[in-house]
């Protein structure tokens, strides 16, 4: 089907993790990639993104410091960009060898829980259909259960009542993990921020598949790869309404 691989990349200015992005491209083949948190500005945007050595982007600005959503992609696949803003690039992707398509937003939810409303009122509006195979994937923000945190985190900082929703009403399950369990961290609080969720349709379409989460390069999240391979994950045919802590 299709290599994913999503990073929230700090450092991406950096000479060290152009080295590395460019050995963990030629490994995995990832088809498309996503680059969040870049933390840099339209003038350096252009030229970074040039010595990522990618034939095909589309960016989101970083305002300041916060932020900011990069996407690459190989010619292997065709890319429409639907609708986007500082917190998502919503996109259809078509591979070109067999013409099957897929909805995938690409999220950045800001920290702030009153901008991040906005995230949530255009997830609760997107509406792809049953049929139709959806990802959601990159910085989400809200922990799933208390599982996704260490004891560290604060009581109560949990499952997030709306994205719950959200999730429910889309058929979206969490397309789990292989790896490291917890994505981000600072200090001694550790979360797991950086997720992928699928719908039915892409489940019934990709029957097996497995999300690699992989090591940190000095900067407090790790990146995730999707592709498919032998089953890891059990997916329910309903997701769970998740209950807050």
Sequence with gaps: MINI???????????????????????????????????????????????????????????????????????????????????????CVTLIV?????????????????????????????????????????????TLSRHDQNRSACVGSGVNNLFSDIMFNLSLVDAGFSGSHLTWNRGNLYKRLNKFLVNEAWCSRVKTFTIMQLEQLGLNHMHFLMKPTQPTISLRSRPLRYLAS
């Design 5 to 91: 691989l999503c990073w929230n990349a700090q450092g991406v200015a950096s000479p060290a993790f152009r080295r590395h992005f460019r050995n963990f491209v030629r490994i995995n083949d990832p088809q498309v990639v996503v680059l969040v948190e870049p933390r840099i500005n339209s003038v350096r945007a252009d030229r970074v993104l040039t010595k990522l050595e990618f034939p095909n982007s589309y960016w989101v600005e970083a305002h300041g410091f916060n932020g900011g959503i990069w996407l690459l992609w190989w010619d292997s696949v065709s890319i429409h960009i639907d609708r986007i803003s500082n917190q998502f690039i919503h996109i």
């Design 98 to 142: 067999s013409s099957e398509w897929f909805f995938f937003t690409v999220v950045y939810a800001i920290p702030k829980v009153n901008v991040r409303r906005l995230l949530w009122t255009f997830l609760e509006n997107l509406n792809p259909g049953n049929d139709v195979a959806l990802i959601l994937g990159g910085d989400i923000n809200p």
